[in-house]
């Protein structure tokens, strides 16, 4: 077993500093080089007026409490079922009625795990829901919302619990390698789920017609011919059911490439910063942002699962879990709590990847459209409706921002007129 132990460290090890070479040599670390004289200072209010700073602080102050509290809440409790034998005897407890057979300890327990979960933190989401309606921001009904939140929680716990049963199986047919098939398995996941995800999830949660034809329609279109990467519509997404944010993305591959407009979008936002907003996605799409993105998850994947393997073998762990070893069920609350644990330190660094990619999508945004004024009007008009707070706090930016701040936007297009591109 010791041999076997090894090779699962030695993967992971070696998966992650794949990742970690990938990273370092995808990541547009200086997405925009520097004009003579320096960069333009970073103005904190991004432009906007002191009224519109103070809302956003305002909502921002509102939910960052809340948002902690409950990422904290749900540690505590996935670690409590995790680190204990509380988790395991409910993955007892709610398969026995059905004859206690391992498929549905697997199954039933996830699902009870995720309800658990759910409940012990929908007291502060239905108060984050309170903030977004009191601020204008939450256009759904509380019907609606409890649907959401029962849609994506039973999506979420089903996909788990699919994943959990091919681990736990796998980890019954080969007790040594079980890891290096789930691994592999993962990885093949992310890769498939990338491009399926948004064709499967866009219709369980909105409707979309094509956009009327007419000059913006042309515009978009040919935006998108300049760009190399055609598409096939211009869709209209029934987004005002839920938000008043506006927004706008490009989704499909290929010949099913499609640009989709949040409806909020059309009422109030000019052409000119729609084509903006556009041309930062349709930047993702020439540098194939969602391909590196989809290969450093499937190595993550990969490194993640060799670790499990690698962790699943502890005696103290699994003793602590009241599990026996991989293959038996009750190491589920176990892995849920691993899970999370590799989330949350895989957060930071993925955003900060993510920061440079946006920004290179920014850059792109500009070369495409050459009308910084519309770009900044679109980044303020955004900030102003969405309530992004243009300059939240350092360390909250580098923990959860995947996006530069407003201000820094800002300040990158002015940095962009002054390299006198146009
Ligand atoms: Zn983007």
Redesign the pocket.
């Known amino acids: 077993m010791n041999r076997a132990r090894r090779a699962a460290l030695v993967t992971a090890v070696v998966l992650g500093i794949a990742l970690a070479v990938l990273i370092a040599l995808r990541t547009p670390w200086v997405p925009l080089p520097e004009p003579v004289g320096g960069r333009s200072p970073v103005d904190p209010t991004a432009g906007l007026s002191a009224a519109q700073v103070d809302r956003a602080e305002a909502f921002a102050a509102a939910l960052r409490p809340a948002s902690l509290v409950s990422l904290l809440l749900s540690l505590t409790v996935t670690a409590l079922l995790g680190l204990t034998r509380a988790g395991a005897r409910l993955v007892r407890a709610v398969a026995a009625p059905l004859g206690g057979g391992w498929v549905w300890q697997v199954l039933l327990g996830v699902l009870a795990l995720a309800v658990v979960g759910r409940l012990a933190t929908l007291p502060l989401s239905a108060y984050g829901e309170v903030v977004r309606h009191r601020y204008g921001l939450s256009t759904r009904s509380w019907g609606l919302w409890l649907r959401d939140v029962g849609v994506s929680t039973a999506i979420g716990a089903g996909l788990t619990a699919l994943g959990l049963l091919a681990l736990v199986g796998l980890a019954r047919r080969a007790p040594k390698t079980w890891w290096a098939w789930a691994g592999a398995g993962a990885a093949a996941l992310v890769v498939v789920s990338s491009f399926l995800w948004p064709v499967l999830m866009e219709p369980a949660f909105n409707r979309f017609q094509p956009l009327a034809a007419g000059q913006l329609r042309s515009e978009l279109v040919e935006l998108a011919e300049t760009n190399g990467t055609p598409v096939q519509d211009v869709l209209v997404s029934d987004a005002s059911r839920r938000t008043t944010a506006l927004n706008a993305y490009v989704s499909g591959f290929g010949s099913t490439r499609r640009i989709v407009l949040y409806d909020t979008v059309l009422d109030r936002l000019p052409d000119a910063q729609v084509e903006a907003i556009v041309a930062?996605?349709l930047g993702?799409v020439a540098t194939d942002d969602v391909l590196a993105g989809t290969l450093m998850g499937a190595l993550g994947a990969g490194a993640g699962v060799a670790a499990l393997g690698w962790l699943l073998t502890s005696r103290r762990l699994l003793r602590r879990a009241g599990a026996d070893d991989a293959g038996d069920p009750r190491v589920v609350p176990l892995v849920l709590l691993l899970m999370a644990v590799g989330t949350l330190l895989s957060t930071p660094v993925q955003n900060a990847v993510s920061r440079h990619v946006?920004a290179r999508?920014d850059v792109h945004a500009l070369d495409l459209t050459w009308d910084p004024a519309a770009f900044v009007g679109m980044q303020r008009d955004l900030a102003g409706t969405n309530l992004g707070d243009p300059d939240p706090p350092t360390a909250w930016q580098w923990f959860f921002g995947s996006?530069p701040t407003v201000a820094q936007r800002v300040a990158m297009a002015a940095d962009w007129a002054r390299l006198e591109r146009p």
Do not use: V
């Open positions: 930062h996605e993702h946006e999508a996006h």
